[in-house]
T-cell receptor
Framework: SAVISQKPSRDICQRGTSLTIQCQVDSQVTMMFWYRQQPGQSLTLIATANQGSEATYESGFVIDKFPISRPNLTFSTLTVSNMSPEDSSIYLC??????????????FGPGTRLTVT | AQSVTQLGSHVSVSEGALVLLRCNYSSSVPPYLFWYVQYPNQGLQLLLKYTSAATLVKGINGFEAEFKKSETSFHLTKPSAHMSDAAEYFCAVSELDDYKLSFGAGTTVTVRA
């Protein structure tokens, strides 16, 4: 398995500002993912971040709003830019962990709870 | 694109009773399927997964799930509920060559003493 930490664990921000969320994993991984979980809802994939290449964004998410960095195989950041109250969510990072012939598993960090006022 | 449907947004069971959470997927090709649990104010923990091996999959905490291709289902069960099973449960699916997960809406489980 992989142990994933996120910083900050929670934050309260004013609209119009930006917040950068950090994700650190205890082993080298190829693929990292960022998800959003809006209040009372399920998880939605924002983007996939591979080291050495630009992040790939899902429909409805754009780089200007959610810029992502992936400087090495154990670290990634997600920035929520020009925040509005609609951005209040839990943001989770996850990593893909191959398990050989048995496919793969995906492990999640504890999440960053963001409130925008 | 893959999708999953979880029937029942809330399930209430008595302690010691059977827990049954339903998940159906939409795909012409059997995908990879996962069940995750989320305890209050925590991240997601993998309970179990199906990746084209055995159709009956055993996971952690006494949970198991059965993959039924004919019914495109992957229901999660636990024979005897414990108070500590109270949480949110998510079914998720991915393509065989794609690591991106699509999640169901989630089912909240409450356990009555």
């Amino acid at each position: 398995s992989a142990v994933i930490s996120q910083k900050p664990s929670r934050d309260i921000c004013q609209r119009g500002t930006s917040l950068t969320i950090q994700c650190q994993v205890d082993s080298q991984v190829t693929m990292m993912f960022w998800y959003r979980q809006q209040p009372g809802q399920s998880l939605t994939l924002i983007a996939t971040a591979n080291q050495g290449s630009e992040a790939t964004y899902e429909s409805g998410f754009v780089i200007d709003k959610f810029p992502i960095s992936r400087p090495n195989l154990t670290f990634s950041t997600l920035t929520v830019s020009n925040m509005s109250p609609e951005d209040s969510s839990i943001y989770l990072c996850s990593v893909e962990h191959p398990t050989g012939v048995d496919g793969y598993e995906q492990y999640f960090g504890p999440g960053t709870r963001l409130t925008v006022t | 694109a893959q999708s999953v449907t979880q029937l029942g947004s809330h399930v209430s069971v008595s302690e010691g009773a059977l827990v049954l959470l339903r998940c159906n997927y939409s795909s012409s090709v059997p995908p990879y399927l996962f069940w995750y649990v989320q305890y209050p104010n925590q991240g997601l923990q993998l309970l179990l997964k199906y990746t084209s091996a055995a159709t009956l999959v055993k996971g952690i905490n006494g949970f198991e799930a059965e993959f039924k291709k004919s019914e495109t289902s992957f229901h999660l069960t636990k024979p005897s509920a414990h108070m500590s099973d109270a949480a949110e449960y998510f079914c998720a699916v991915s393509e065989l060559d794609d690591y991106k997960l699509s999640f169901g809406a989630g089912t909240t489980v409450t356990v009555r003493a």
